[in-house]
């Protein structure tokens, strides 16, 4: 039986793919720029994915947590790190955030275990 | 086994019948405003409906979404129009409304697959 | 089979065990303030409980508002008496409150028959 | 020179007048509705006016909240339970709701002053 | 001595010549989509821009409204259609909104003047 | 006459100060809270209030994103790193966010031009 986390990719990548046939030129620039904006700039791309990690939280929601958690966790950032982002996030937003912390810390342990089981 | 659109159907019908036996005054009245709200006017009816979508979207509430989807469907908007609608709540509300054009992108299909078997 | 409720219950004690179990300061301090803010003072626990739940409400978080309607359950609040609250929080924060709502008239139907269960 | 809350007065009068002269269906409607929630019912009108305050402060709208501090100033609430009520909106909608909080701490200033020289 | 409204469009400008002046691409491209997603294609230019009007007014931002507001009526919709649009904002955005429906009443007021003294 | 900016500063600390008069003791920790936060941990300082700033421009709080952006600029962040992070910000959280980035692109003049005429 897949782990939620594992659900969770299959879904998004079907829907992004579903998304981009719709033919729809907003939809399909947004999405374009939503991968170019992470690359190495001015800023590193991990600290975008950081940032966007944070704005995820504060706007409060789970999938785009869960893949921004999923891309620092591949960048290399600490347990520790990450969750001193989401702490920043917790304080900013407030105990409304609370729960998608919750739910940022069962991610995190599935990503941290799978990470340590491919090296 | 039900498609998740008529799950949401049926769980949305009995949760406002439960909501309108609480006997309370602001509730009923809000959710009678609510039924006349969207009536033909100085703007039709369907335009009002593609307002309330779009309100829904940059607002982040999935089951808004798909009542009002289910609406603009059946009153004759195409798919490329509601892309289109779509597409302005996501340059609107940004890539954190991504998973609910996802969302939104499920139930369309569902409702144009059921919209054809009924002609 | 455990009622959703139950299940939310017994998720939510898990969740924040594990969100204490992060060592990080910031988040243990905001949930230790989160248990110390809703006590007697200036303003009665129970009026502190009502005004969480109504902005749990307008903020639209289940998880959040199904909390505190246990608690304004337990500190004996009538039916009527919360879903007035609610009926404050559709006011303020709109139609789009409406499912959220819908959410808690399920709840209440739940905490106060296990309230009658446990009389 | 009048005080910003009496500018704010002023305005907020024009402005519902001018509203009302709309003669939009679901605007007056709504407007009406927000007159008469807040009456005394199950709930005290008194703690119906703290919920909304404890509401436009998590939602961040400065307008709504020096109405509901008039109210709950005229209504007879100390500035420690006014203050109790803005630590809770604080603690559930973090540190952002802060510039409110500073902007509400400005607003009753006046409004006990002004509420002392009426006596 | 201008109308806040004149001020607003010449702030706006300055400000969007600024923001284009700094060079980052992904503001550079988000703006730039801003310009083409209001063009005719499957839905026509005006209800997009009624669309973008009811979307900011339920996001709560004045000037997103002031812009829309002028494109809608440039588009030729009366003050009845958009008042239309800003009641189904205020139904979905609840009493939150109010305020923002005062702000965009008396821009109306600006705009149709103008508009007239134009023909 | 002072800049905007210099106001914002003369206010927000005025304000502040008011606001710990207040005696509460939930607005007392959180603000002491948010002192601690920002300090050098798992994550340095720096990177903790581009962070804050990222969360400030999603949730649209012109104070709070005036702050950071002082503080980000103090630690040395260049306009092109901080001009990335409102990019983000502006991506995640679409064109609602274009007026607050039209607020910073403000605020970033004064506060580099401040900066190099202290060096």
Not at 62 to 74: F, G, P, Q, R, S
Not at 90 to 111: C, K, N, Q, T, Y
């Amino acid at each position: 039986m897949p782990h939620p986390f594992e659900e969770f990719r299959a879904k998004r990548q079907a829907g992004n793919e579903k998304l981009l046939d719709t033919e729809n030129l907003v939809t399909k620039r947004l999405m374009s720029l939503d991968k170019q904006a992470y690359k190495d700039a001015a800023l590193p791309a991990n600290i975008k994915e950081l940032l966007a990690l944070t704005a995820s939280m504060v706007l409060r929601c789970n999938d785009c947590i869960d893949y921004h958690l999923e891309t620092t966790v591949k960048m290399g950032y600490s347990r520790e790190e990450i969750d001193e982002a989401i702490g920043i996030a917790l304080l900013v937003g407030g105990s409304i955030v609370i729960p998608h912390a919750r739910h940022a810390a069962e991610s995190l342990d599935f990503l941290f275990t799978e990470n340590q089981a491919q090296t």
